[in-house]
């Protein structure tokens, strides 16, 4: 079994910045592929970022491009998400996420944070 904890999320102004960490514990041995998804109230979850665990590839939705990066420490277990220039729509919680195979949508996650709110304020 593999757990999330998240940290870092709160209250931050449009054209801020905030960073996200997520560390995981457990059987972590077998994760491949850890990344963010988030969910605005009302909303379906949608992925926003993800990192290959050994070949450090990044993905990111069209909606965060150019203003979200995803990064990786392997020696840490850890996952963070930098949120420059964030924007009022950015407002969601966001959720850590982590799988042993691909991870294209958030049918594949295999694991979950508990999620951490960012609020975005104009």
């Known amino acids: 079994q593999v757990q999330l904890v998240e940290s870092g999320g709160g209250l931050v102004q449009a054209g801020g910045s905030l960073r996200l960490s997520c560390t995981a514990s457990g059987s972590t041995f077998s994760i491949s592929s850890m990344g963010w998804f988030r969910q605005a109230p009302g909303k379906q979850r949608d992925f926003v970022a993800r990192?290959?665990?050994?070949?450090?590839?990044?993905f990111y939705s069209d909606s965060v491009k150019g203003r979200f990066t995803v990064s990786r420490d392997n020696g840490k277990n850890t996952v963070y998400l930098r949120l420059s220039s964030p924007k009022p729509e950015d407002t969601a919680i966001y959720y850590c996420?982590?799988?042993?195979?691909?991870?294209?949508?958030?049918?594949?996650?295999?694991?979950w944070g508990q999620g951490t709110q960012v609020t975005v304020s104009s």
């Open positions: 990192i290959t665990w050994s070949r450090r590839e990044t």
């Open positions: 996420a982590a799988a042993n195979g691909p991870m294209y949508t958030e049918y594949d996650v295999e694991y």
